[in-house]
């Protein structure tokens, strides 16, 4: 069983940076696969970002490629995505998510664990 906990949102101008930080419990941590994902108002979840249980694989939704980084801490049990280059578009709560197996994925099947989400929010 893992837990997640989102931290690092708000309100920031376009153009601006955030980082956003998923602090996870459980022992399990280290050899699982995490995720990003957002909703925005109105619309559906969405993929984000994904990193291998080792950190050595990335994958990223194309509208992000290039702004956003996801990493992890194995030591410390936590996740982060560094987004910069801000656009009001990216307005939307962020989730943090974790999958059962090592790899990474880009669909929210593939993830058993969900953090309570944090809130983004891009001024133009």
């Known amino acids: 069983q893992v837990q997640l906990v989102e931290s690092g949102g708000g309100l920031v101008q376009a153009g601006g940076s955030l980082r956003l930080s998923c602090a996870a419990s459980?022992?399990?941590?280290?050899?699982?696969?995490m995720g990003w994902f957002r909703q925005a108002p109105g619309k559906e979840r969405e993929f984000v970002a994904t990193?291998?249980?080792?950190?050595?694989?990335?994958y990223y939704a194309d509208s992000v490629k290039g702004r956003f980084t996801i990493s992890r801490d194995n030591a410390k049990n936590t996740v982060h995505l560094q987004m910069n280059s801000l656009k009001p578009e990216d307005t939307a709560v962020y989730y943090c998510?974790?999958?059962?197996?090592?790899?990474?994925?880009?669909?929210?099947?593939?993830?058993?664990?969900w953090g309570q989400g944090t809130q983004v929010t891009v001024s133009s």
């Open positions: 990193v291998s249980w080792s950190g050595g694989s990335t």
């Open positions: 998510a974790g999958r059962r197996y090592r790899g990474t994925a880009d669909m929210e099947g593939y993830y058993d664990y």
């Open positions: 459980g022992r399990t941590f280290s050899s699982v696969g």
